[in-house]
């Protein structure tokens, strides 16, 4: 069990953790790493210590999540369609237009066939 264990590890999550600390770094280039450690649970390091998913700002975890799903969904095969519902709710400009931009680019990639969105803006 040990074996099937690391081998599933070594050969499925292990590099979707590096894919994923490696797309993190494009989003946000400072001294933070996102982990994706054994338990599942998403990480920030910071020179500080760990920061739990739940501890992330709103922007964080939102990109997180999302580039999360983009990397399973491509890394498990070729997936005909995601639908988010709702992602860009809640974010400030910056991380508005970097989540945006990371769903349209996931299907111009050929990450996934398709990228379905459901969203609303409020008139001010």
Known sequence: MDAAKREIFQTRVDPLA???ANRWKEVWPSDATLELPPSGDLEIVRSGGRIAVT???????????????LLAAQMAG????????EPLEHLDGRN????ATLLSSAAASGAVGQVMVTTYEDTV
């Open 55 to 69: 501890g992330f700002s709103g922007g964080e975890r939102a990109v997180a999540v999302v580039l999360l799903r």
């Open 78 to 85: 070729r997936s005909p369609f995601m639908w988010f519902d």
């Open 18 to 20: 590096v894919e994923l």
């Open 96 to 99: 508005r237009r970097l989540l």
